[in-house]
C-alpha cells in the first residue's frame, strides 16, 4: 500500500470503492440506500424493548426467551444477519451480565441495531474483560458491593443480549409503556433500566 | 493472529467515553462505508470470517484511527484478496472523484476463492459428540495461528469451566483463509478473573465461546 | 501495565523497512526533542524507568504515530506528574508560539517526588544471595501489575533456563513510581521459541533479563 | 488532554517545551546543543568499530571483552549512560545473535550511539522475537540453514553488543583499516561484516 493510500480520507475511499464496484456490476446503488435505511430506521435497540417488556409482562415468554433466545425473539418478528443464535443473560439483583466483543464489535443487530461508538472503541473492548467494574462506573453504572458480575466477551457466532430487571414502582404500566423505558445500554448491561 | 485486533486486557486506551444516544451513523460517510462494506462483502463470498480477517490486516495506526476507516481498509484488504478491485485502482479513482486527472490502473483478474458451504449461516450439525461437557475443566491451548483465530491471547494457558454447550459453528481458523468449514463444536467457557489477572484484580467472571480445538482436558 | 508499548510477538506491523545509514535526527526537531527529553528527565528526578513508564501511558495510536513524538508526549506526561510544567502550558506556549494571542494558565504547584537512591546509576549490591543459579529451570510468574513492569506479556507462564546471572539493578516496578529502588538479582534466561510461540516456530532461542521478583522454581 | 494538545504537531510541541522549561531556569539552551552535538558528532557506531577491530586483532582483548564488556570497552574511552553493564556476544559461523529491545529502544550508546529508526520501529520489536530469520532476510541477511539464531530483548539495564566475525580475505589490514569495515547493523546482529 502506498502512503498516499494509507491516508485517504475514508469519505473519499467510500466514495472510490463505491464508484469502482457499481461501475463493474457488483453492487448496486440501491441496495446501499436500502441497508442505511434499514439500519436507520426499522432496526435498533426499540425491537429489544419489545423483547424486555414482553419478558416483563409476561412469565412464559421470559421462560421461553431465557431458554431459547433466539425462538422467543423471533415471536416478536426479529431475526437476520448477527443474530443467528442468539442468548439471553437475566440480570437480578445479585447477577450482573454485561457484553463486548473484544476481537471485533460483534453484537445482536436484529434486537440492538449497530452498537453505539462506546461498544467499538478500544477502551471498552480492552478494559471490560479486565476492570469490569472500574469500565463501569466510566459508563455510569456503580454496582452494589458483592454483585456477582459476569462478563460475557463475544468470541464465536452466539450473540448475547441482557435482560434488564424491571425497575421498582412499573407495576401499573403497560407493555407498550414499559418497552419506552428500555435503553439500549441496559440491553448491553452496562446501564440498569429507571422508573420514568 | 496476535494484531492489535486483540486487545482484551490491554491498558492505556483511557477511560470510556458515554454516549446516552446516538444516531446509528454520524456521519453520511459512515453509513455508506457499514453498506459498502457489507455489500462487498457478499461479493467477494458472503464469508464474515474472510471480512473480519481482512479488518485485523489493516495497520495498527489505521486500525485505531477510527471504526469504519478500519472497515473501509478491511474491505479493500478483501476486495484485493480476490482480485476484485486493486488498492491502486481505489487511490486512481479517489484521485479522480477530487478533481485529477490522473490514469487508472488495469483492474486485477478475479480470482475470486470458492468454498463448498454446507449451508447459509455459521451454524452447523457435527455429528462426533462433543468433547467435553458441562461442568468440565478445560485448559486453553497455546495456540498461535499466522492467520485468523477467535482465540484471544488473554485466555490462552488459562484453565477454566464449561458452562455450555452452544451449536456447532463453522470454524473461522479454517474459513477465513476460504479453506473449508470445519465444524466445529463450541463451548462457553467460564474463567475466573483471578485466573486471567492474577491475584489483585477485581472479582468477576469472565464468558467465552471456544471452539473445540482450542482447548483440552484440564490436567 | 499492559500496553501497546509491550508488543514482543504482536503481528500486523508489517515488514521491516531497511536503511542502511541514516543521521542520528532525520530532523532537527528530533534532535531537540531528544535532548530535551533527557534535560527534562533529569529535573524531573534522574529517573529512566520514570520516563519509559511516561512515554507507555502515552495513548497508542499517538505511541504508534512517530517515536520521538512519544518521548515529547512522554517527557510531557513526566513534568505533569511532578507539577513542573502542565499539558495546557504547552498547548498555550504552542499557539503563542505560533502568533495566536492566547492566555497562558497559571503554572501548576510543583510537587517533585524524592526517592533515597544508593548512588548514580541503576547497578545495586544485594546481600540476599540470588535465589537461582545458571543452569535453574524457572517460571515466570502472570504479572499484570496496573503500573511499569519490565516483564513482558510474551514470556509470562513460560518456562526457561537461566544462562546467566547478571548485577543486581533497582527494581523498575518500585523505581517508576518513585516508590523506592528495591534492588533485585536480575537472571538471563533463555526460551525457546516453541515454548513462546508453539510447535510451528521457528526454532531459535529468546534471552531476556528478568528481575528476581517475576520469577518462580519451575514446577 | 484535549484534542488540541493531543495533535500539536511536534516539531511546534518540543518548542513549547523549551521555551517553558527555560523560562523556567529548569534547562539551559546550551545543554541542548550540547547533547544534540554530542549525539551528532562523538557518539556513534565509531566507537563500537574501534572495539571490534581490536579484539579481531588483539586475542588477549577479545577475551577481555566476552569476559568483562564494560571494562574492555572502557579501556578505548567508550562509557557512559546507557552502558553501565554492556556483555558482548560473540558470532561464529554456527551461532547467531541479534539485538532487540521490545518494550522501548534499549540500546548500547556509548558504543553504538542512537538507535536507527528500524531499531525502534514496532514491525522490528514485535518480529524478531518471533520471527527472526523471516525479519533478518527482510533486513537483506539471509542466515545458513541449521544455524543456531539467539535472540537478546534488552529488558534490563544489561546492553548488548554483538561481535561480529572477521570476514575471510581481510588478514592483511590494520587495525584501523578494519574499523572502517565494521557497520552498526554488525553490531546489532542483523547484518555480517563484508571484505572489502
Same mark, same amino acid.
Given at each position: 500500500?502506498?502512503?498516499?493510500?494509507?491516508?485517504?480520507? #475514508?469519505?473519499?475511499?467510500?466514495?472510490?470503492?463505491?464508484?469502482?464496484?457499481?461501475?463493474?456490476?457488483?453492487?448496486?446503488?440501491?441496495?446501499?440506500?436500502?441497508?442505511?435505511?434499514?439500519?436507520?430506521?426499522?432496526?435498533? #435497540?426499540?425491537?429489544?424493548?419489545?423483547?424486555?417488556?414482553?419478558?416483563?409482562?409476561?412469565?412464559?415468554?421470559?421462560?421461553?426467551?431465557?431458554?431459547?433466545?433466539?425462538?422467543?425473539?423471533?415471536?416478536?418478528?426479529?431475526?437476520?444477519?448477527?443474530?443467528?443464535?442468539?442468548?439471553?443473560?437475566?440480570?437480578?439483583?445479585?447477577?450482573?451480565?454485561?457484553?463486548?466483543?473484544?476481537?471485533?464489535?460483534?453484537?445482536?443487530?436484529?434486537?440492538?441495531?449497530?452498537?453505539?461508538?462506546?461498544?467499538?472503541?478500544?477502551?471498552?473492548?480492552?478494559?471490560?474483560?479486565?476492570? #469490569?467494574?472500574?469500565?463501569?462506573?466510566?459508563?455510569?453504572?456503580?454496582?452494589?458491593?458483592?454483585?456477582?458480575?459476569?462478563?460475557?466477551?463475544?468470541?464465536?457466532?452466539?450473540?448475547?443480549?441482557?435482560?434488564?430487571?424491571? #425497575?421498582?414502582?412499573?407495576?401499573?404500566?403497560?407493555?407498550?409503556?414499559?418497552?419506552?423505558?428500555?435503553?439500549?445500554?441496559?440491553?448491553?448491561?452496562?446501564?440498569?433500566?429507571?422508573?420514568? | 493472529?496476535?494484531?492489535?485486533?486483540? +486487545?482484551?486486557?490491554?491498558?492505556?486506551?483511557?477511560?470510556?467515553?458515554?454516549?446516552?444516544?446516538?444516531?446509528?451513523?454520524?456521519?453520511?460517510?459512515?453509513?455508506?462505508?457499514?453498506?459498502?462494506?457489507?455489500?462487498?462483502?457478499?461479493?467477494?463470498?458472503?464469508?464474515?470470517?474472510?471480512?473480519?480477517?481482512?479488518?485485523?490486516?489493516?495497520?495498527?495506526?489505521?486500525? $485505531?484511527?477510527?471504526?469504519?476507516?478500519?472497515?473501509?481498509?478491511?474491505?479493500?484488504?478483501? $476486495?484485493?484478496?480476490?482480485? +476484485?478491485?486493486?488498492?491502486?485502482?481505489?487511490?486512481?479513482?479517489?484521485?479522480?472523484?477530487?478533481?485529477?486527472?490522473?490514469?487508472?490502473?488495469?483492474?486485477?483478474?478475479?480470482?475470486?476463492?470458492?468454498?463448498?458451504?454446507?449451508?447459509?449461516?455459521?451454524?452447523?450439525?457435527?455429528?462426533?459428540?462433543?468433547?467435553?461437557?458441562?461442568?468440565?475443566?478445560?485448559?486453553?491451548?497455546?495456540?498461535?495461528?499466522?492467520?485468523?483465530?477467535?482465540?484471544?491471547?488473554?485466555?490462552?494457558?488459562?484453565?477454566?469451566?464449561?458452562?455450555?454447550?452452544?451449536?456447532?459453528?463453522? $470454524?473461522?481458523?479454517?474459513?477465513?483463509?476460504?479453506?473449508?468449514?470445519?465444524?466445529?463444536?463450541?463451548?462457553?467457557?467460564?474463567?475466573?478473573?483471578?485466573?486471567?489477572?492474577?491475584?489483585?484484580?477485581?472479582?468477576?467472571?469472565?464468558?467465552?465461546?471456544?471452539?473445540?480445538?482450542?482447548?483440552?482436558?484440564?490436567?
Amino acid at each position: 500500500m502506498t502512503g498516499a493510500q494509507e491516508h485517504l480520507d #475514508p469519505a473519499l475511499r467510500v466514495e472510490a470503492l463505491i464508484s469502482l464496484l457499481v461501475e463493474q456490476g457488483l453492487i448496486d446503488q440501491a441496495a446501499i440506500d436500502d441497508l442505511i435505511k434499514t439500519y436507520e430506521q426499522s432496526i435498533g #435497540p426499540m425491537n429489544g424493548a419489545k423483547v424486555v417488556a414482553r419478558a416483563w409482562t409476561d412469565p412464559e415468554y421470559r421462560e421461553r426467551l431465557l431458554a431459547d433466545g433466539t425462538a422467543a425473539i423471533a415471536e416478536l418478528g426479529f431475526n437476520g444477519q448477527q443474530g443467528e443464535h442468539i442468548v439471553v443473560l437475566e440480570n437480578t439483583p445479585t447477577v450482573h451480565h454485561v457484553v463486548v466483543c473484544t476481537l471485533c464489535s460483534c453484537y445482536p443487530w436484529p434486537v440492538l441495531g449497530l452498537p453505539p461508538s462506546w461498544y467499538k472503541d478500544p477502551a471498552y473492548r480492552s478494559g471490560i474483560v479486565r476492570e #469490569p467494574r472500574k469500565v463501569l462506573a466510566q459508563l455510569g453504572l456503580e454496582l452494589a458491593e458483592g454483585t456477582d458480575i459476569r462478563v460475557f466477551d463475544s468470541s464465536s457466532e452466539v450473540r448475547y443480549m441482557v435482560l434488564p430487571e424491571r #425497575p421498582a414502582g412499573t407495576e401499573h404500566l403497560s407493555e407498550e409503556d414499559l418497552a419506552t423505558l428500555v435503553t439500549r445500554d441496559s440491553m448491553v448491561g452496562v446501564a440498569k433500566v429507571s422508573a420514568p | 493472529m496476535d494484531g492489535i485486533h486483540d +486487545m482484551g486486557g490491554m491498558q492505556g486506551f483511557g477511560d470510556v467515553r458515554v454516549s446516552k444516544s446516538e444516531p446509528p451513523f454520524s456521519a453520511p460517510w459512515q453509513g455508506k462505508a457499514f453498506a459498502l462494506c457489507l455489500l462487498a462483502s457478499r461479493a467477494a463470498g458472503a464469508n464474515v470470517h474472510a471480512f473480519r480477517y481482512a479488518v485485523e490486516r489493516v495497520p495498527p495506526a489505521d486500525y $485505531l484511527a477510527s471504526y469504519y476507516g478500519r472497515w473501509l481498509l478491511g474491505a479493500q484488504n478483501l $476486495l484485493a484478496d480476490s482480485g +476484485m478491485v486493486s488498492a491502486e485502482q481505489v487511490a486512481a479513482r479517489a484521485a479522480r472523484l477530487s478533481g485529477h486527472d490522473v490514469a487508472e490502473p488495469k483492474p486485477p483478474k478475479p480470482h475470486k476463492p470458492r468454498m463448498p458451504s454446507g449451508g447459509p449461516g455459521n451454524l452447523r450439525r457435527v455429528d462426533t459428540p462433543p468433547a467435553f461437557a458441562v461442568g468440565d475443566a478445560v485448559h486453553v491451548k497455546d495456540l498461535h495461528p499466522a492467520g485468523h483465530t477467535r482465540l484471544p491471547r488473554y485466555v490462552r494457558r488459562r484453565t477454566g469451566i464449561v458452562k455450555a454447550i452452544q451449536p456447532a459453528q463453522v $470454524l473461522p481458523d479454517s474459513a477465513a483463509h476460504f479453506k473449508g468449514e470445519d465444524p466445529a463444536h463450541v463451548y462457553s467457557v467460564e474463567f475466573s478473573s483471578r485466573e486471567l489477572w492474577g491475584a489483585g484484580s477485581e472479582p468477576f467472571t469472565l464468558s467465552i465461546d471456544l471452539f473445540e480445538p482450542y482447548l483440552e482436558a484440564a490436567a
